[in-house]
């Protein structure tokens, strides 16, 4: 069987650390080695995401499939649980996996995304999908709260010199402090980065969710990515204010959730964001002022 080779694009990850380097040093004997005991044959070149590479297949059985082999982090621990969870409803449907190699078999989809669709359409879209992902979290999830309570702690230590405006830190902590003592911020199966890119054409349902990084929360929590992503055509329409205000209720009207609830998210949110970004660049000099412009441009508009 010959060697499947490595899409360039996913090689510079390796400056990530050696944990990557070496993951990628050991990924193309891994994928051999699945597409054989899987009785797999390659079907097409393969595509990759920021941890992850995708290789399209035909199974012994001649069905159109993926091979995904993902870097080993937590958040991937536990997509295939998600993914069995869900049973193909609105989601992309898991054939086979392998945990212990971070390996999944999954249903071949279109290369279409929401991109392609006009973003409040694409927010519609979303939400109506969020209901079929809304199911009860079983014990095996992190927890919603739990991780909140490590962000608040990040919060409170970053300093009032911070090149971010420190009422919006202090009501990040606020809200996160009580989503973190409210039980409703656990219990349901959540999608953390249901974003445009992340549903796909498919053939028994005209877009399924992919990708999920699941948690145990509430689903108000997911809404917020719609809102950062395509920031292009938010800028362009002149309007940052009315988009994101548009993509907001598309999204929310569709699904049905709080809109109180969902703003606070939203601002929880996007400092996030700002937060992990302050504590990455490490100095001012290095910051990606856009990037910190567009959180805080959010946290004003929704609210404002």
């Not at 739990?146 to 300093?159: K, S």
């Not at 656990?186 to 699941?214: C, F, Q, S």
Request: aromatic share 8%; hydrophobic share 45%.
């Amino acid at each position: 069987m010959p060697a499947v080779e490595i899409p360039d694009g996913l090689l510079v990850v390796g400056s990530r650390g050696p944990d990557w380097a070496a993951w990628l040093d050991r990924l193309p004997r891994l994928v051999q080695d699945l597409l054989g005991e899987w009785e797999l044959t390659v079907d097409g070149s393969s595509a990759y995401g920021n941890c992850a590479v995708v290789v399209p297949v035909l199974t012994r059985a001649g069905e159109a499939a993926v091979l995904k082999v993902q870097f080993p982090h937590w958040e991937a621990e536990t997509e295939h649980l998600a993914l069995q969870a869900w049973g193909g409803r609105g989601a992309v449907r898991l054939l086979r996996a392998d945990p212990r190699r971070f390996a999944m078999l999954l249903e071949r989809l279109s290369a279409r995304d929401l991109t392609g669709v006009d973003d409040r359409e694409a927010c519609e879209i979303v939400g109506t999908a969020y209901s079929k992902l809304h199911v009860a979290a079983g014990p095996q999830y992190r927890t919603l709260s739990g991780e909140l309570e490590r962000w608040i702690e990040d919060f409170r230590a970053l300093p009032a010199s911070a090149p971010v405006p420190h009422r919006y830190v202090e009501q990040a902590i606020s809200l996160a402090s009580d989503f973190a003592a409210d039980p409703a911020t656990d219990g349901r199966l959540i999608h953390t980065d249901l974003h445009y890119e992340n549903m796909l054409a498919g053939d028994r349902e005209p877009w399924l969710v992919i990708d999920p990084k699941p948690l145990s929360g509430d689903p108000c929590y997911e809404v917020a990515p719609l809102l950062w992503n395509r920031w292009d055509e938010v800028v362009a329409s002149g309007d940052i204010r009315f988009r994101v205000r548009s993509r907001f209720y598309a999204a929310i009207d569709a699904a049905e959730l709080d809109e109180d609830r969902t703003r606070d998210w939203v601002i929880v949110r996007q400092m996030l964001n700002v937060l992990w970004t302050l504590k990455d660049a490490g100095t001012d000099e290095s910051l990606p002022q856009d990037w910190l412009t567009r959180n805080i441009a959010i946290v004003k508009a929704i609210q404002d």
